[in-house]
């Protein structure tokens, strides 16, 4: 009995080695026709991918406007924004009251205001015409929109990415809902800038370093969001160029910040809107927006009873932003010839969206354009999936209908959204960093083929 048992059992073991094997064969077959036509599918969107982008452009406009008809644009825009910004066209002071309406420099508030004196005329602010002034306004948002969209495919392209890895991240600027649709519901003057900050990194890109400074210095003093990329891409130009060559850089965007930024403390109430703002707990415990800070605001106070001071929490948050700032700029320093404009504009962005002490899903979308244009197509759309996720949140946070969780209202619920924001950005940083220590020939790694191609072989049709 024992010999016939030992021969059934390795009878046994050989037919399971051969439907292993055969099972491996069938999967690798499988998987080679999967990635065989995924490379006609992504080289048949690189030879039409203009057509499929100007008619994705169309179809998106086509909704916004539609949403755009339907809708006011918000209590920021109409409350503040437009109020404001014809103030300031108007010569008075925008500052001088109600100062926390309008926490932004000069240059918004005159660009929002040169933009309805254009499409408005000398249409004066009532009751009556402010919802037309509403609409001129967005209606001029959807073209910075297509701007912003046809800048990121123009740059992947100078970068030399093709196929689906150069039309998804235009696709999904236009397309996902937290970027192309909420923004027109209530409406934040940032859609303006964007185009701004997106023309800074393609010229970075196609090496015109003075013209990319001045534009990511011109952003800056649109909204100060960019403020940590411009000492990190000058550090990146001096490494790279030397400091000769970069010194004209420095010194004019050290002019427009000054220009921009600090000339307008003259203005009474300056100071106090735009560094009020920032440097508040906000308008509610907790529950005024989506930062790691309200876990200062709320969370400590429920659960340690531990209620800090005002100036502590600013204490904790430039602590937070200077320690991330020292890590980022000790990384180009020491990585200069590794790292790319793109993902150089995009740590400056991050940094200083982490820690900051209000956070909404606009000022991310600041860094989410420099993202797009790195051509990763895998972790652009995790990203992306992670803002909607955050915004999502964030809506029922707000109680917009429907509301499934109501709970999300509550300090707690913030904080849980704060989390999901918290995401997008670590997980950004994360995805850049790892890169970085890779040894890669500078903006081509990514241009060659997309990410999701480069584990298997482009598979060969040769001739007999």
Known sequence: MGPRLALTFSIE????????ARLGKLLESLSLRWHSSLVTLDAAVDNYSPLILGGLIALTTFQKLTLILRTDGGGDLLGADIPKSMMLIAGQNPYASNPWASPYPPLLLAMLGSIIRVTSG????????????????RMTGL???????????????????????????????????????SPYYWFNSDVLGYPILAASVLALV?????????LLATATIFKIHPILAIPL?????????????TLPAIITTVSILSLGLVLPDILPGYLESVLGFNLSSGFGVGTSSFTMM????????????LSLPTTVENQVWLAATAALFAAALGIVWSRARELNPVDIVA????????????IYTHYLVWAIV????RGRLRQTLMVGSLLELANTMSSWSWNLPPDPFPVLATAYGFFVTSLVYFSVNAASLVFILREIGKRRQPDTQDASRPMFLERYPIPTIRSI
């Open 206 to 214: 196609v090496k015109r370093y003075f013209l990319g400074s001045v």
């Open 143 to 181: 073209v910075a929109d297509v701007l912003v969209a046809l800048l990121v495919f123009v740059t992947l392209r100078a970068r030399r990415v093709s196929g689906l890895s150069a039309l998804v991240p235009p696709a999904l600027f236009l397309a996902l809902p937290s970027i192309s649709l």
């Open 13 to 20: 073991r050989l037919f399971s080695i051969l439907e292993r």
């Open 233 to 245: 891409v000058l550090v990146w130009l001096v490494k790279r160029r030397g400091i000769a060559k």
């Open 370 to 373: 420099p993202l797009l244009m």
């Open 294 to 305: 309200n876990l200062l605001y709320a969370v400590f106070p429920s659960v340690f009873h």
């Open 347 to 358: 740590i400056g962005l991050l940094v200083w969206l982490i820690p900051l002490r209000q």
């Open 122 to 137: 000398g249409m004066t602010l009532t009751p009556d015409t402010i919802a037309m002034i509403s609409r001129n306004v």
